[in-house]
């Protein structure tokens, strides 16, 4: 990162007027508008704009799942399923062939577009945050359920978004999800290493006014008494009372007995701890209400209850409730100790529960879900709103149970309406992923948790492997470019099809702003600018991103190296005067030219159709190093032709440009067209020169699009 040119950018922009402001900017950050870009996708399918989508709708949040692992487990590798398959098609029944890595690691279902890149490369990570923000996710979810924390990686994200969010840029804020069943562990080790010693505070996801953590809070106490074998269950009746005695030897802070509900939901009870028998001082008690089936009800106490015997009970059903018995009789009871480290934990965080089940739905209040198959659940808060819903690409469900990913019948990017079609229905146009979203648009809640972006690996299995499915060669979570659930773009395939997927269902959850009318002024291209004083808007980039990136991938041979990134453009503008359209272009330091290789690119959708010219883009100027030309497209292909002369003039870090409308095509009454800059890029002729080489504004495939007064 160019920091001090980066900073020196910002002061300058920051004496420059926004059309508007974001109603979710936090204060201090750079707008770029991004909900305002227009854009094209591989597939021909048009981003939605506000008039399509609305407006802004206040108080809807974006959460994406994303994965901390990737070159974090040996050296071996990478293996990569589909390469694989293609040099050996029956490797799927040869678990011995040498083409695969050892039994249990990680292989790799694809490419990424950024290669088979480490989660602390910085170059991806600027770049991750980036897309994100631009698509307009709020939150990075990370994955740490196997009870590892990968402290070396969400370091190296932090300190990245961090420094990127100094830079006055939008970043996603950064939460964890932790082992369903036993999250203690981790918990206090990233309470312990990340919140209390308070590393990148702006980072953290909050909700409801606290840092937001998905763990189960009930199973975060050390266990003083733990009596769990579950022999017999007992319904409550409705006017009676079951209830156990225990005796502690010091202090605790909680007590909870399992519920069975024999499958029913909607039960609750009231959960009641006495001094001394069933007849002693009340203690506390609690309504328990939506109680999970075979799920733990406890009180939690404000301050720790001193050492002595004590009476827990269930009383006042209402639907099916009762408790489990061990074999002796006994019923099943946990009683809790809390240390400091805990009790700090437990006021600290906003908690939810993480529902690990694709099918049950909500089992209790202030529970979360992070994948379902389709209807999802709107899942609640602590009063039973819905709060929040999952949205996936895929899911490693079969028949109706959970599986593997590699069965071909689980539900792959292509299933809709109950079915998975065979390889003759695969279309990579994301029909599972618009359903599960046509749910979540139909639910609407405050939170949207996608599944995911960058997960790209899947231990290899066998058929021992106790999910449905399972064969000879088993992968659970990732398989191939079907069969995997992905929204990073990929290295060849569908390429970045679902982030533009995401985009445009961002747009539609959350709404946009609509697109400003330019206001224009008469511009002299005489390399002075001050004529552009009072044009707007003003159509901004990301600070300090042309490509730089020089690290390890995975394993020990892959290097990464891209110092490509020259000019950074940080900013533009449209005017038309008459007969004319000009533009201009503001970098974040003196522009750099060479006779090889020319000052930024100007790219022109004069027609706003996909079809015609390269990535839709029916002109280009400054292609031609050393002359200020428009060149016309040819073919649809990255060919030019045509150069004709142009108005253009540089001074320290400004170009502008000035081009006739007739040479463009334009009609009379024509009010409208989509712009692109482009410095150093590689000029290969495929959309990824976009994202991975030079500089680009707006990012990637996006366009900024100038609508202008109809002409008098």
Known sequence: MKTPRALAALLILGSLLAPYRSASAEEGQRDLFSDTWVAVDGL????????????????????????????????????????????????????????????????????????YYRNDDPGVLRKHAQMLADAGVDAVFFDVTNQLTYPESWKALGAEFDAMRKQGLRVPKMAFLTPFWAPRKVVRELYEQL????????????????????????????????????????????????????????????????????????????????????????????????????????????????????????????????????????????????????????????????????????????????????????????????????????????????????????????????????????????KNFAEQWSRAHELDPPLVFVTGWNEWIAGRFDQTFPLAGADVVTFVDQFNREFSRDIEPMKGGHGDAFYYQLASEVRRYKGARPIPVVTSKPIAIDGRFDDWEGVGPEFRDTIGDPADRDFPGWGTTLRYVNHTGRNDLVAAKASRDGDRVAFQLQCGAPIKATPEMGGPMLFLDVDSDPKTGWLGYDFVVGRTPGRPTLERNVGGQYEWSEPRPVDAATADARLEVSVPADALGLKPGWTSLDFKWADAIAETGDWSDFTLHGDSAPNDRFNYRAVFEAAR
């Open 44 to 115: 021909g399918r048009r981003l939605p704009t506000a008039e399509e989508v609305g407006p802004p709708k206040p108080g809807k949040t974006v959460a994406i799942f994303y994965f901390l692992w990737l070159g974090r487990s040996g050296e071996q590798g990478p293996f990569d399923i589909t390469k694989i398959l293609a040099a050996a098609p029956n490797a799927m029944k040869e678990p011995q062939n040498p083409l695969w890595g050892p039994l249990h690691y990680p292989h790799h279902w694809g490419e990424s577009i950024f290669g």
């Open 195 to 430: 919140y209390k010693p308070g590393l990148h505070p702006d980072l953290w996801f909050r909700w409801k006014g606290k840092p937001l953590i998905l763990a189960d809070p009930d199973l975060l106490t050390d266990d003083v008494i733990k009596r769990e074998r579950h022999a017999t269950s007992v319904p409550l009746e409705p006017g009676s009372t079951l209830g156990t005695a225990f005796t502690v030897d010091g202090p605790f802070d909680s007590a909870a007995l399992a519920t069975p509900t024999w499958g029913d939901r909607g039960s609750s009870a009231t959960l009641t701890l006495r001094r001394g028998d069933a007849k002693g001082e009340v203690v506390a008690s609690k309504r328990v209400e939506e109680v999970r089936d075979n799920a733990w009800q406890a009180i939690t106490l404000d301050a720790p209850a001193p050492a002595g015997v004590y009476h827990l009970e269930l009383s006042e059903p209402k639907g099916r409730i009762g408790v489990w018995k061990d074999r002796r009789g006994e019923l099943n009871l946990r009683v809790g100790r809390n240390d400091e480290v805990t009790r700090e934990i437990l006021s600290f965080f906003t908690f939810r529960r993480p529902q690990p089940d694709y099918f049950q739905g909500p089992t209790a209040r202030a529970q979360w879900s992070w994948l379902e198959v389709h209807p999802q659940n709107a899942f609640p808060d602590e009063e039973g709103r819905p709060e929040q819903v999952s949205v996936g690409v895929g899911q490693n469900a079969v028949d109706g149970k959970l599986g593997v990913l590699s069965h071909p019948r689980s539900h792959g990017r292509s299933f809709s309406n109950g079915r998975q079609p065979g390889p003759e229905g695969v279309d990579f146009t994301g």
